[in-house]
T-cell receptor, first 120, second 112 residues
Framework: NAGVMQNPRHLVRRRGQEARLRCSPM?????VYWYRQLPEEGLKFMVY????????ESGMPKERFSAEFPKEGPSILRIQQVVRGDSAAYFC??????????????????FGAGSRLTVL | AQSVTQLGSHVSVSEGALVLLRCNYS??????LFWYVQYPNQGLQLLLK??????LVKGINGFEAEFKKSETSFHLTKPSAHMSDAAEYFC??????????FGQGTELSVKP
């Protein structure tokens, strides 16, 4: 089981460029979450997706950020016209469907190793 | 709304000493609670979770946490710290089936 795969692990962009971060969930998981970790801060929720649907995007900045989880392929977090303040580690996590969880029903997230974005 | 507060952004202990990392939560309904550990330049790894089955929860690497409803706390402990425990620890809360809300994290240092 390959776990949650994120790529690229490191990405450098200049101000104004676009950044695309990809996340392949664990096999059998259909829920994907994106979190952002700024230096010296905790993880901030950004968005929660299921296949072809955005379930909760309450943590997404209103502009320049978008996310998708298509029927085929990985989930993608897209940041347009990056600014220095976007420099952070972006973590993806996945979880199974409600039916496939353990008897407690707890939503246990499995995290990827993260993508570290540096904006010059 | 749910929230988590971790008291102390940095905790330092000596090798062999007790580890105590504090977490208080706020939730209008019975929550699920989690502790995750993050080693440098890595993702988060689940240490343990509380799901209302038992108030004392045992996790990996000798860690455990006790859910105290009256204190709205879920502190993480380990009787004897090891050098390999040095990492950042995150407490998190969620409602059934929902996203996790994380605390600010506590960096644990272990001195030889």
């Amino acid at each position: 089981n390959a776990g949650v795969m994120q790529n690229p692990r490191h990405l450098v962009r200049r101000r104004g460029q676009e950044a695309r971060l990809r996340c392949s969930p664990m096999k059998g998981h259909s829920h994907v979450y994106w979190y952002r970790q700024l230096p010296e801060e905790g993880l901030k929720f950004m968005v929660y997706l299921q296949k072809e649907n955005i379930i909760d995007e309450s943590g997404m900045p209103k502009e320049r950020f978008s996310a998708e989880f298509p029927k085929e392929g990985p989930s993608i977090l897209r940041i347009q016209q990056v600014v220095r303040g976007d420099s952070a580690a972006y973590f993806c996590a996945s979880s199974p469907t409600l039916r496939d969880r353990d008897t407690s029903g707890a939503n246990v997230l499995t995290f990827g190793a993260g993508s570290r974005l540096t904006v010059l | 709304a749910q929230s988590v507060t971790q008291l102390g952004s940095h905790v330092s202990v000596s090798e062999g000493a007790l580890v105590l990392l504090r977490c208080n939560y706020s939730s209008s309904v019975p929550p699920y609670l989690f502790w995750y550990v993050q080693y440098p330049n890595q993702g988060l790894q689940l240490l343990l979770k509380y799901t209302s089955a038992a108030t004392l929860v045992k996790g990996i690497n000798g860690f455990e946490a006790e859910f105290k409803k009256s204190e709205t706390s879920f502190h993480l402990t380990k009787p004897s710290a090891h050098m390999s425990d040095a990492a950042e620890y995150f407490c998190a809360v969620s409602l059934r089936g929902g996203k996790l809300i994380f605390g600010q994290g506590t960096e644990l240092s272990v001195k030889p």
